[in-house]
């Protein structure tokens, strides 16, 4: 009688220890956890998101945000407390946005003042980047890709750790070119004169993200509830959907919008080559393509290695390119999965060096084809 008299009570330790909530803070370029001040905000910060729901949380801080993505890819974060780029890269992993800043920011190309150049191909700019991962990288990045621009177009591209460094780099004639914040890009055009060449759309400052298979939906309202009434981070904080994060997610890492020697094409100029029996090739992985795909698409995928630009090696990557028309001149669409998705790039950049005349890409892919509303396949079918 005494042994099925402890199950319940052995039941009952087993909810009591079970695992808190772990809450991943991904610090942006200017933080430091070597500031005493940065950690005590944070973990007010949790002190506030405990008291929210009613349970503790355990804490862990991220410098890089590539190592917060792998964590949650791998299911060992619940929430994530980050800049937007972070945010709007973890809704690959089933995460979604839950909260974001009313502050936003944007990134600016700033000119020092002997510089007369634009942002533009064989400008022979010495150029100066905030950290690769960090917001204004990844803005900074995205804009010179979605130009066709590579690093050949520029004498210099660098990349700072220090987010104050390119302005500094700019100022004592280091660089032609460097990029900021629009706030500190005004102060320091003027402060030094130059001028802004370009600013980038502006995006929330930071946002929280929650897993809801962890997260249930009355923690989630809890949080949502508690923390925009207040929070130790001073921030005035407001719903956030996915769509908040839709303009940020294509900018990162975004592929060119036009491509020499191919034709780009949209959902419904592939849909009416196809129907005219053009051959469309899927380049995604092959787990991607039996899930779905376009009709009649063939699975063709690119194996990629090589870095995400368009000066990519093209060494690094494998692609069957003798699975392609033995006619050079016959036309065919290659997509993968997305304008963020470089897949599709640079198959059709291969298929053009390699002679193919009449190479159409489709760089929305297939997320612009479902958007659509357009019928899809799977394997079976």
Known sequence: MLRYALIPLMLLAGTAQAAPLTLGIVLDQHESLADMATTQRYRAFVKDVEKSIGEPVRLQY????FAALKQARDGNLDMVFGPAQVIANLGRFKFEPLLKSDETTAAAFVASPNFKGTLAAKSGARLGVPDYESLMGGIARSEINSRGLSKADFAEMKFHRMAEAPLFGLKIGRYDLAVATEEEAKTWTAANGGRIVFTSTAVP??????????????TQKKLSTSLQNGNSLN?????A????FKIVGSMLNTTPTVLPGAKVITAAEAQALI??????YDVRVEEEFEKAHIPGARSLTYKEGSAKEVGFDP???????SRLPKDKTTPFIVY???TICWRGYKSAVMAIKAGYKNVHWFRGGFPEWR???LPTATKNN
């Open 235 to 239: 921030l005035a904080l407001s719903t």
């Open 205 to 218: 400052l930071r946002a929280l993200s929650v897993l809801p298979e962890t997260v249930s939906a009355s």
């Open 371 to 373: 958007e659509a509303g």
């Open 62 to 65: 991220y410098t890089r945000g």
């Open 241 to 244: 959907t996915k769509n908040d």
């Open 315 to 321: 060494g690094d990557d494998q692609w069957t390119l």
């Open 275 to 280: 129907a005219k029996g053009m051959a469309v």
């Open 336 to 338: 993968c999965d997305g």
